[in-house]
């Protein structure tokens, strides 16, 4: 019998992915490939740098707070120059290149020192096209589809984001763990990226007309986002403090018995997760309403990284890798999204500049607090602190939820 449910879903699908610009589709597979490229190489980084460079756990937060902060700083500053410019697409070719043509650095590095210059060199690259390419689809998109289409975006990506992991598992295992092999040919997708932006990607000509330019940062300026983009602000700051890089849950991944050549594939699951709910969660959004999706997505956090605290066996981690993954669909694009429907259209680089700001300015404390609590009081404490920071976001945005339930 034909399902008229089904039919009537499939529908609705079709109509939001028609709705939805090329534009769109580009940058997703654009990131798609770059995740792959990028990947390859996060995904066995830790442990590269522990088992191979002799490194400990708190040189492993150290680099990874440096670099993330690094990118996010960078993004206030790309997003602003984007407004001010009119332009975005240059801005994201050069931050996508960038972060291509420093991944040679992984392959020949011999210290803990060349792999944070590694780091940093890609996440300046990162820090340069991250706001560029978010507003870049608010500009290409309607309202109605933003959820979709910040979804679609997403679940692309981490499609990147499973296959890398998955390449770098299968190069690991046929290589005897070359890890340096691994980082060579983590290029070859990231100059596939760069290539499709540039033929592949057209602006919008309301970023190309923009007259009487003023600076973003001016107060009048700022003070136009609004009281509750900056809340949102507050609340990514806030949660993010307790979010430190996943470089820990690999770490943790090996503590509960799942072995170096495996480690790689709890990535893979992590974000099968993400891609297959991002897309779908980011339409029933644009039906329902954000807001309470959102909150769900952290409280999901919070629950995962208690899991996480408490672990004892492989299947166990495995699971949770799975749930850490659906918290990403929940949150990822709907807080994108909320932030596109907030703000003036003028202000879009710039916003998305500053909410990645506070996301960088979080991630550094984050992971030197996370790698110091597991040095001196072990893992459990890592993870339970990084659970209390994601409740004390979800208050945050509850007590102000008037300020979102209709966007």
Do not use: C
């Not at 996508?96 to 991944?103: D, H, I, M």
């Not at 806030?238 to 018995?257: D, H, K, V, Y």
Request: net charge positive.
């Amino acid at each position: 019998m034909i399902d008229v449910a089904e039919i009537g879903n499939m529908q609705l699908k079709n109509k939001f992915l028609q709705k939805i610009p090329r534009t769109v589709w580009v940058l997703g597979f654009v990131s798609l490939l770059t995740d792959i490229s990028s990947e390859m190489i996060h995904s066995v980084l830790p442990l590269f740098l522990v088992s191979v460079l002799g490194a400990d756990i708190l040189t492993v937060g150290i680099i990874e707070g440096i670099a993330e902060a690094t990118a996010s700083i960078l993004k206030v500053f790309s997003g602003v120059l984007s407004d001010y410019l009119g332009h975005r697409k240059g801005l994201a070719v050069f931050g996508y290149g960038l972060s291509t043509f420093v991944k040679p650095l992984f392959a020949v590095a011999t210290s803990p020192t060349g792999v944070l210059i590694a780091r940093f060199g890609d996440r300046i690259g990162k820090g340069i096209r991250v706001a560029p390419r978010d507003a870049l689809v608010a500009d290409s998109t309607n309202a109605e589809v933003r959820g979709a289409a910040y979804g679609l975006r997403q679940s692309l990506d981490t499609i990147g984001a499973f296959l890398g992991p998955l390449a770098a598992f299968t190069l690991m295992a046929a290589s005897q763990n070359n890890f340096r092999l691994v980082f060579w040919l983590a290029l070859i997708p990231g100059f596939f990226a760069v290539a499709l932006l540039t033929v592949g990607v057209r602006e919008p000509t309301t970023t190309q007309t923009q007259e009487n330019r003023s600076n973003p940062l001016q107060w009048e300026a700022l003070r136009s986002l609004g009281k509750g983009y900056w809340l949102l602000v507050a609340v990514a700051l806030l949660f993010n403090l307790g979010n430190s890089s996943n470089a820990f849950l690999l770490l943790r991944a090996e503590q509960t018995g799942i072995s170096a050549s495996l480690i790689p594939l709890t990535l893979v699951v992590m974000n099968i997760a993400y891609s297959f709910s991002a897309y779908p969660i980011g339409i029933l959004s644009d039906r329902v309403g954000k807001f309470w999706l959102l909150v769900g997505g952290f409280l999901l956090y919070a629950l995962v990284y208690l899991g996480f605290a408490f672990v004892q066996t492989p299947w166990q981690t495995w699971g949770l890798f799975a749930l850490y993954g659906l918290h990403l669909g929940m949150s990822q694009g709907l807080l994108l999204a909320l932030v596109a429907n907030s703000i003036p259209t003028n202000l879009r680089g710039t916003a998305f500049g500053f909410l990645n700001l506070a996301v960088g300015l979080a991630l550094l404390p984050a992971s030197l607090l996370a790698g110091g609590l597991w040095q001196t009081l072990g893992a459990e404490a890592t993870f339970i602190t990084g659970s209390l920071f994601a409740i004390a976001a979800v208050l945050l945005l509850v007590i102000n939820r008037k300020k979102y339930l209709q966007i």
